[in-house]
């Protein structure tokens, strides 16, 4: 977060600095929806996240101006995250075939529900999704220990890299061994789901109950919860948290050891003994568990899988 001085037809300057510069996103002085800037030698008039929208709500309905603003709020952590991991990020505009794109959709009478997913890049979200209270009563309707706006690109944006990172790699045979074949009809898979539900032992194998449905689906969701505990690893570290549980020495939390080879050692000295933490904040102020999930040993080796994919692109 930096404080720049305006200059009104010119490139805006942090202060007390003289370079570099910048000037505000379009969706800031026009819209005040966006609050990133964009280096003064860049060409264009939106920032890095809101360039990838291509279909905002319609803003002649009031209350959908604060849920594009919740939408874009989202979706700028998502971008900070992607970019912080050296992920590739380019827009359709800039990569046709590999580009990413998102769309943010209303239902409508008359025609079919907007469904939140993925296309070949292309992200929708139902911009309802942005309304705490139907995204709470849409949560407990499909009992979901988890439901938030950022989750939804997080998972979407899995779906968006497995198609780049995946398909047709070498890591191919290793997914399968852990995910499952994803050759399996989709359609069926998902349709048996919604029908039968989870197996009886789906947290034996799966993040999540929805996770069990079909090879992608436990992708996107597996990624999804990546990005959570390296997201909340890098706040937790920023912020300069000191974790010393009960007859243990306790130690800094720090992203060193997301860094190296040894996942699971960063899972269990890091983000167990800090989530721990955070459901135990969140009880004694009689909230739900801000970490309601489990992280079997079948689960431990696909984030392991994921973060070798990630490390090999750095």
């Known amino acids: 977060m930096i404080a720049f001085q305006s200059n009104a037809g010119?490139?805006?300057?942090?202060?007390?600095?003289?370079?570099?510069?910048?000037?505000?996103?379009k969706n800031y002085g026009v819209e005040n929806i966006c609050n990133w800037m964009i280096p003064d030698?860049?060409?264009?008039?939106?920032?890095?996240?809101?360039?990838?929208?291509?279909?905002?709500?319609?803003?002649?309905?009031?209350?959908?101006?604060?849920?594009?603003?919740?939408?874009?709020?989202?979706?700028?952590?998502?971008?900070?995250?992607?970019?912080?991991?050296?992920?590739?990020?380019?827009?359709?505009?800039?990569?046709?075939?590999?580009?990413?794109?998102?769309?943010?959709l209303e239902d409508t009478p008359g025609d079919p529900r907007v469904l939140?997913?993925?296309?070949?890049?292309?992200?929708?979200?139902n911009v309802a999704e942005a309304d705490d209270a139907n995204r709470e009563a849409t949560r407990r309707a499909m009992r979901e220990p988890y439901r938030t706006l950022l989750g939804h690109f997080r998972h979407e944006v899995?779906?968006?890299?497995?198609?780049?990172?995946?398909?047709?790699?070498?890591?191919?045979?290793?997914?399968?061994?852990?995910?499952?074949?994803?050759?399996?009809?989709y359609a069926e898979a998902l349709n048996i789901h919604y029908k039968q539900g989870a197996p009886a032992d789906w947290q034996t194998y799966f993040i999540s109950a929805y996770a069990s449905a079909h090879p992608w689906e436990d992708w996107a969701e597996t990624w999804a919860h990546y990005l959570h505990i390296v997201d909340g690893l890098h706040t937790a570290a920023q912020w300069g948290v000191d974790l010393r549980p009960t007859k243990a020495a306790g130690?800094?939390?720090?992203?060193?050891?997301?860094k190296a080879a040894d996942f699971e050692t960063a899972l269990?000295?890091?983000?167990?003994?800090?989530?721990?933490?955070l459901n135990s904040l969140n009880r004694s102020l009689g909230h739900a568990d801000a970490y309601p999930f489990t992280i079997a040993r079948h689960v431990m080796d696909k984030l392991r899988f994921i973060h070798r994919v990630v490390a090999a692109l750095r």
């Open 10 to 25: 010119e490139a805006w300057i942090a202060t007390g600095q003289n370079e570099p510069r910048y000037r505000p996103c």
């Open 116 to 125: 939140s997913g993925h296309d070949h890049g292309m992200i929708t979200l």
């Open 268 to 277: 269990l000295q890091q983000w167990l003994p800090l989530t721990c933490f």
């Open 41 to 104: 030698e860049n060409s264009g008039d939106y920032c890095a996240s809101c360039r990838l929208t291509e279909i905002i709500p319609a803003l002649n309905k009031p209350e959908n101006r604060d849920r594009w603003y919740r939408l874009e709020q989202a979706k700028r952590r998502l971008v900070y995250s992607l970019q912080r991991l050296k992920l590739p990020l380019h827009s359709r505009a800039e990569d046709p075939e590999h580009g990413l794109a998102f769309q943010f």
């Open 158 to 185: 899995g779906h968006h890299y497995w198609d780049i990172l995946i398909a047709g790699s070498p890591w191919i045979d290793e997914f399968r061994q852990l995910f499952g074949d994803e050759r399996r009809d």
């Open 251 to 258: 130690a800094s939390v720090n992203e060193t050891a997301l």
